[in-house]
C-alpha cells in the first residue's frame, strides 16, 4: 500500500518513513502543503497522514481543499495541539483520525490500519432505506430522483444509520464507528454531523427518516 506522509520535520518523516516501510508501506513523503496537494489530488495513495503546522500551506487548509475536490482518500492527521476543539476542527473538516504528538510509533500504526479496515469493509456497499440510496464506494446519495451532495464523514455517519435501520445508535457507537474515537461528552461532533444530514436528507422532503430518541441517541426508521 502506498502512503503520503506530509510532514515538515526531518527527524519525524525519516523515523515514520522507517517504521511504515519495514511494515510493508510504500511512502512517499513531502514537507509543503501546497507542493503535497497538489500530488494528493494527481496520484492515488491509500492513505494520507498529515501534520497540521505545515510551511505553505496548513493541514486545516490542505484537509478542507483536498476534500472540497471530493478527494475520498483517508487522512489521518498529526498535531501537538490536544484541545478537544481542535480535534472536533480536524474531524468535522474531514480527518479520518486524530494523533496527538507525541506518540508512539505502535499507536500511528494501529490507527493507520484500523482507518484502512474501516474503509476497505465499508468502500464497496450499497444500501437502500425506503425512497433513500447511499453508495459509498461512488460516493453517491439519492433520495427519490433527488441528488444529495455530502461529505465524506456525512456520508459514513448516513450509511452507518442505513444499515443499521430500526435500531437506536447512541452517540458513543456513531463516534467510535466512524471517527474510531473514544466519545468525549464535551464533544457536539455527532450531533453536528446529523443536524447537517437532517438539512440535506430530511428537510427538503415530507417524510422525515432521521429521529432522536431522547437519552438514547438517533435510528432510521
Request: include cysteine; aromatic fraction near 8%; glycine fraction near 6%.
Amino acid at each position: 500500500m502506498k502512503l503520503l506522509l506530509v510532514e515538515d520535520d526531518p527527524k519525524v518523516v525519516a523515523y515514520l518513513t522507517r517504521g511504515l516501510s519495514e511494515e510493508g508501506f510504500v511512502v512517499e513523503s513531502c514537507s509543503d502543503g501546497e507542493v503535497a496537494l497538489d500530488i494528493a489530488t494527481s496520484d492515488d495513495h491509500d492513505l494520507i497522514i498529515l501534520d497540521v503546522l505545515l510551511p505553505m500551506m496548513n493541514g486545516w487548509t490542505f484537509l478542507k481543499r483536498f476534500r472540497q475536490q471530493d478527494q475520498q482518500t483517508p487522512i489521518v492527521m498529526l498535531t501537538a495541539r490536544d484541545a478537544v476543539d481542535d480535534r472536533v476542527r480536524g474531524l468535522t473538516f474531514g480527518a479520518d483520525d486524530y494523533l496527538v504528538k507525541p506518540f508512539a510509533f505502535a499507536e500511528l500504526l494501529a490507527r493507520v490500519l484500523a482507518v484502512l479496515r474501516r474503509r476497505s469493509s465499508s468502500g464497496s456497499e450499497q444500501n437502500r432505506f425506503d425512497d433513500l440510496f447511499v453508495d459509498t464506494r461512488r460516493h453517491k446519495v439519492v433520495r427519490g430522483n433527488t441528488p444529495i451532495d455530502l461529505s465524506a464523514r456525512e456520508i459514513m455517519v448516513l450509511d452507518l444509520l442505513v444499515r443499521h435501520q430500526g435500531q437506536v445508535l447512541s452517540r458513543t457507537y456513531i463516534a467510535e464507528q466512524v471517527w474510531d474515537m473514544n466519545f468525549d461528552g464535551d464533544s457536539n461532533i455527532v450531533d453536528v454531523n446529523i443536524r447537517r444530514l437532517r438539512s440535506k436528507i430530511d428537510d427538503p422532503f415530507f417524510r422525515k427518516l432521521i429521529h432522536t430518541v431522547r437519552g438514547r441517541g438517533y435510528v432510521m426508521r
